[in-house]
């Protein structure tokens, strides 16, 4: 008996359709299986097999047309079965673990079991309004998307505070909340310091060091890069390091930020000598002047992961800055200059600090430049000026080819420098990418006996997917020196071009006891000792870390209502949260 | 989001200019099709099987991205300057125009001598063996013949059935030396518009009918060797074969 199964519209290149053929005519109780376009001559070949049918005759050219000849009318349903299988893009994929998924908050929120996160990654001019309809579902919210306006950031995070909620973000790259990675996050351990900061990859740095001096993190919390703004006035950050002082298992908390606006440092120092836990400052770009009693200030991100991790064994906190020193380079008069790529917004702020405050260079103003005098150059390619209509340089190897072979050829360079950020969100394998450029621009500058050092920096941990090691060893292999640090790379490249850094004298200082409130609502506290159940709008690829996790998540496959109409999708979403006092 | 093309074909690019809005037809992994009202069609995607007339050229990367968002029945809103998604942008500002190149007609007793080179016998265990075609070419310079590419249009397996990549590489021989007599070209016009192919085949042919190929075909002719010819070879899952299949059988007519 002839079965004839038809999909419409659907395309399939012809290798597929060949070994689907094969596959399904090899199945138990199937005679005979034909898989092909419906085209008018095609239907011909069908017929000269033996297997014309009336069904055959609907189909039109753009449909995949399945013809079975078997005796058992219950094989139909499993070869289409295989067929879908196949054309969702091969067989292997266990479509039951797959994440649920919902096209609006009802359904999302049905999916859902007891969600308590929305993770937002959909185009800024809707982020903020889907945010507020997460709040508005007592949700609390990880906004990776950007171009948020600064007034709907101090708006939302208002109202979650209100609510006794958090908002993460706008413009948040990295999170781990409860050891579930959210977005660009390496696989960390768990442990006894808790993380806040308001700088995605200086999270990265510092908790993916802490692993790797085998203690561990439980909470890293980013709070977007303007939180500490005065319009927004540390909303999330304060209302983390409260949630993280009540948390039992928290010994020691971490914060880093970008030097702030003086009344909001203010601010968080204050509550920060309100609790009685120790803490680990770093306002990176500052030199700090002075310690307190429970509060360390970092120069910078190796330091502050340091510190947190020997507070966290108890001990005193004592930090010996390394350089590599065992280089072999032996630079012209004119190669003066160390040149860095990073892919890492805020270890380009570290190298642009250290180099700064270590020679004696005039900096030139320039904002193509995280820093940028006569002879150094210190570029984050991630900055929106490079990845405009590109995607992220964790993930895109171009731009930083282009660099390391413009900068190898020019007469002034003699150490180059590189991160690698590995971990979920970022490229399979950027050492394989980056690894041929850096190869051909050594080996040149070896056949030239010219000196040029390409140093290089791993940020990740043994557990992340790309392989911490591997990757360190393919751009060893490449021929790049590599360094367990930023701080180590930085330093190591200035030591090459014959200055040092000096790391800041600080004295002892004393402040009164901050009096600040240090309750928080249960529901912050729910947050950093549970597995969060989240809701995930936007980009799929972030369902991956938090499943590998073993946290629930359901996928809002979101499309903007109103046809994208911003004027009506504001009008509805004020009707939809409007609570008329007469109900 | 906002991503860049890097190229952008000729064709497109009318396309884009002429056509308010158009829908995905359908996704592959290396890239994907929008199509207008009149079923005319755009492929955005990598450089993998070479820059076409009517593609879009994007890096892998992008790609990887725009898929995530990318469902078969979109709209999407196009102008010159860039096709928008609801979830995305591609920008072709900064991309360069990829004008078709004229076939070259001073190489083909070259391109015949490179091509001689490849074996086809496999193909005689097929619905087109080298006997059916050789028929079907010589039909197609008498006028009298009943329309000796009926038997090709559509036949086959994948998104350009075979038959269709076959009749490209004979239009291309076609084209730097003429033999087909006009009445069969006439009806080969006419009769793809009648969804007896998929519409990516129809675009395919339309455009061959017209003297525009893709690069991969007319590199053959610019500079006709083994490297050229390889890279044919490449295209698609048999696409490029079939392809030159086509040339090879009526360069070697008798």
């Known amino acids: 008996m002839l079965y004839t199964i038809i999909k419409e519209n659907t395309y399939q290149d012809s290798i597929v359709l060949m070994l689907l053929s094969q596959k399904l005519s090899a199945m138990d109780g199937v005679n005979k299986a034909s898989v092909m376009m419906g085209t008018p001559a095609n239907k011909d070949i069908f017929k000269g097999a033996g297997l014309g049918t009336p069904e055959l005759e609907t189909a039109s050219a753009n449909d995949i047309v399945i013809v079975v000849d078997t005796d058992d009318e219950s094989k139909v349903d499993e070869v289409n079965e295989a067929v879908d299988t196949e054309l969702a893009g091969g067989g292997g994929s266990d479509e039951s673990a797959k994440s649920s998924e919902a096209h609006n908050w009802k359904r999302a929120l049905e999916l859902a079991n007891n969600p308590n996160l929305a993770m937002i990654s959909i185009p800024g001019t809707y982020a903020a309004m889907e945010a507020e309809n997460a709040l508005h579902n007592g949700l609390h919210v990880f906004m990776f998307s950007d171009n948020v306006p600064k007034e709907d950031e101090v708006r939302l995070k208002e109202l979650a505070h209100e609510k006794g909620l958090l908002v993460m973000g706008p413009d948040c790259g990295t999170g781990i909340i409860h050891s579930v990675p959210l977005a660009f996050t390496n696989t960390v351990a768990q442990g006894d310091i808790g993380v806040v900061g308001a700088s995605g990859t200086g999270i990265q740095e510092v908790t993916t060091i802490i692993d790797r001096l085998g203690k561990g993190v439980t909470n890293a919390i980013g709070t977007g890069g303007r939180d500490l703004s005065t319009e927004v006035g540390a909303v999330t950050m304060l209302d983390s390091i409260k949630a993280l002082n009540q948390d039992p298992k928290v010994k020691v908390i971490t914060v880093l930020s970008k030097p702030p606006a003086k009344e909001v440092q203010e601010k968080v120092e204050n509550l920060l000598r309100s609790i009685d836990k120790p803490v680990v400052a770093l306002f990176l770009g500052n030199k700090p002047e002075y310690q307190e009693e429970e509060i360390y200030h970092a120069y910078?991100?190796?330091?502050?992961?340091?510190?947190?991790?020997?507070?966290?064994?108890?001990?005193?906190?004592?930090?010996?800055?390394?350089?590599l020193k065992d280089i072999k380079a032996d630079f012209t008069e004119n190669q003066k200059g160390i040149k860095g790529y990073y892919s890492g917004g805020t270890l380009a702020s570290e190298a642009a600090m250290l180099i700064k405050h270590s020679t004696d260079e005039e900096e030139v103003e320039d904002d193509a430049f995280t820093y940028k005098s006569a002879s150094h150059e210190i570029i984050d390619l991630g900055d929106d000026m490079y990845t405009q209509g590109k995607p992220h340089p964790m993930i895109d190897p171009e731009k930083r080819i282009e660099k390391l072979e413009t900068s190898a050829d020019s007469e002034d360079t003699a150490v180059i420098m590189l991160d690698n950020v590995i971990g979920y969100g970022s490229h399979a394998d950027m050492a394989s990418e980056l690894a041929p450029t850096i190869k051909r621009i050594t080996d040149k500058a070896a056949s030239e006996e010219r000196s040029l050092v390409v140093l290089a920096t791993v940020v990740g941990t043994d557990k992340d997917a790309q392989g911490y090691d591997k990757q360190r060893q393919i751009l060893k292999d490449a021929g790049a020196v590599i360094c367990d640090t930023n701080d180590q790379m930085v330093r190591t490249a200035i030591e090459l071009i014959g200055s040092k850094v000096v790391q800041p004298e600080t004295s002892v200082k004393s402040f009164d006891k901050g009096t600040e409130d240090l309750s928080v609502d249960d529901k912050m506290m729910s947050l950093i000792s549970n597995n969060p159940s989240v809701i995930n709008i936007g980009l799929k690829s972030f369902t991956e870390a938090v499943e590998n996790s073993g946290a629930e998540v359901v996928q809002f496959n979101w499309r903007p209502v109103a046809g994208g109409d911003e004027k009506l999708m504001k009008v509805l979403q004020f009707l939809n949260n409007y609570e008329g006092e007469n109900v | 989001m906002i991503y860049e093309s890097s190229a952008v074909g000729e064709i497109a690019l009318s396309l884009l200019k002429t056509n308010k809005a158009m829908r995905v037809h359908s996704i592959f992994n290396n890239g994907f099709n929008i199509v207008n009202d009149k079923n005319d069609l755009i492929f955005i995607g990598t450089d993998k099987n070479g820059y076409f007339p009517f593609g879009i050229t994007i890096n892998k990367y992008t790609m990887h991205y725009i898929k995530e968002s990318l469902q078969v029945?979109?709209?999407?809103?196009?102008?010159?300057?860039?096709?928008?998604?609801?979830?995305?942008?591609l920008s072709n500002r900064n991309s360069e125009v990829y004008l078709y190149s004229k076939v070259n007609k001073n190489n083909t007793e070259a391109i015949k001598s490179v091509v001689s080179g490849y074996d086809f016998c496999d193909y005689n265990n097929s619905d087109f063996s080298g006997e059916k075609l050789n028929r079907i070419i010589a039909d197609l310079s008498d006028p009298d013949a009943e329309f000796p590419l009926g038997y090709l249009v559509g036949r086959g397996q994948g998104l350009t059935p075979s038959g269709d990549d076959i009749i490209t590489g004979i239009l291309y021989i076609d084209r730097l030396a003429p033999f087909i007599a006009d009445k069969h070209l006439e009806q080969l016009s006419l009769y793809i518009r009648e969804s007896v192919t998929t519409i990516v085949s129809e675009n395919f042919i339309k455009l061959a009918l017209e003297g525009i190929f893709s690069r991969r075909i007319t590199d053959i002719g610019d500079s006709p060797g083994k490297e050229t010819v390889d890279a044919l070879l490449e295209l698609g899952s048999s696409s490029g074969r079939d392809t030159l299949y086509g040339i090879y059988m009526t360069l070697n007519r008798r």
Do not use: I, R, W, Y
């Open chain 1, 300 to 323: 910078t991100l190796e330091e502050t992961a340091v510190a947190s991790v020997q507070l966290s064994n108890g001990e005193e906190v004592n930090f010996t800055p390394s350089t």
């Open chain 2, 73 to 89: 029945g979109d709209v999407l809103k196009t102008d010159a300057s860039a096709v928008n998604h609801n979830d995305f942008m």
